[in-house]
């Protein structure tokens, strides 16, 4: 039972290291290990037999999602007409709901879903009317009307903020993080907070293209970027590799690469941290799931 759920790759590299670090794996190994062989070529011969599920929005995927969809349907039943349903369609959908908030300058920074805001609705209010019980929003950002006016089907991943940490300045610039219909890929694009717009890139505005992109901010002028540019830039787990330092106003493709991890790591990047004055840059390999390796400096 131990190995069930593991991914064809992954269970005779475990079966190999247990026969090896002696944490008593060795009789659950040994009996495993002696038809592996034959389970092996097996499993490299299904190796890849759904790659074609990648492409989320080819014709061949999304029918394959559609027939999944009516055999649960056939199966369960159709439940949004369910009592249950409702009350929880209700709930996470009610105006009564706490709206939790980040602080970025003088302001409380929101996003909120409704019956009218189905994909988000950025806000933000201050503090005085946000104690008052009745908040009164300005709204930043509606990831619903982006939809509309880009014909888009933009899902909110998050956004990576550029503050300086010095006392009395106002963060004005983020990077938004959307994908296309939900999937890991993202576009990352610069986003102005106090104009509430996107910052173009004919006036110098950051964009990265479509991918499973890792970034963060050196300073003002500079990014830390792991995407994809070409062969050897991710790793078997299809996230960055490397790192690359790009400046404000110069090619992507041409951005140094200043960090390197191994193809076999899960991910690789970067981030600065501002503490009590202390500036430190890291650098961090994902090795697995659960392990990490921190370089600073």
Not at 102 to 125: A, C, V
Not at 217 to 239: E, F, H, I, P, Q
Not at 280 to 292: A, H, I, N, Q
């Amino acid at each position: 039972g131990i190995l069930l759920g593991m991914t064809y790759s992954a269970v005779p590299a475990l079966v190999r290291r247990s026969l090896l670090d002696g944490r008593g794996w060795s009789r659950c190994a040994s009996v495993v290990a002696s038809g592996l062989p034959a389970r092996a070529a097996a499993w490299a011969e299904k190796d890849g037999e759904h790659a074609w599920l990648e492409e989320v929005d080819s014709e061949r995927a999304l029918e394959w999602v559609r027939s999944q969809n009516a055999l649960a349907l056939d199966s369960l039943g159709e439940p949004s007409g369910s009592q249950l349903y409702e009350r929880i369609y209700g709930i996470l959908t009610s105006r009564d709901k706490i709206p939790y908030v980040r602080k970025i300058g003088h302001s409380l920074y929101n996003f909120w879903t409704d019956d009218e805001n189905p994909r988000d609705l950025w806000r933000r209010t201050d503090l005085d009317s946000y104690r008052g019980g009745g908040p009164v929003w300005e709204t930043v950002l509606s990831i619903d009307q982006l939809c509309a006016s880009e014909g888009e089907s933009w899902v909110y991943k998050g956004h990576v903020l550029y503050d300086d940490g010095q006392e009395g300045t106002i963060p004005s610039r983020t990077l938004l993080q959307l994908s296309r219909g939900g999937a890991d890929a993202t576009v990352v694009r610069e986003f102005d907070l106090l104009l509430k717009a996107f910052v173009p890139e004919s006036e110098g505005g950051f964009v990265l293209p479509e991918s499973k992109s890792r970034v963060s901010w050196r300073n003002a002028a500079t990014l830390l970027v792991g995407t994809k540019l070409g062969a050897g830039d991710m790793t078997s787990s299809g996230y960055p590799r490397t790192v690359r330092e790009w400046r404000r106003g110069t090619l992507l493709a041409e951005a140094p690469v200043v960090f390197e991890g191994l193809a076999s790591d899960v991910s690789v990047g970067s981030f600065v941290s501002r503490h009590g004055g202390v500036r430190l840059e890291w650098r961090v390999r994902s090795t697995g799931f659960y392990t990490k390796k921190y370089l600073v400096r």
